[in-house]
């Protein structure tokens, strides 16, 4: 597995998990 891929599509996961919250109204 290429690790930039790897890397690149943990980061973006992460922040979509952090930013999940904020963008969506229902406060889970």
């Given at each position: 597995?290429?690790?930039?891929?790897?890397?690149?599509?943990t980061?973006?996961?992460?922040?979509?998990?952090?930013?999940?919250?904020?963008?969506?109204?229902?406060?889970?």
């Amino acid at each position: 597995m290429d690790r930039r891929s790897f890397i690149k599509k943990t980061s973006i996961t992460t922040a979509g998990v952090i930013a999940a919250p904020f963008i969506l109204p229902s406060g889970r």
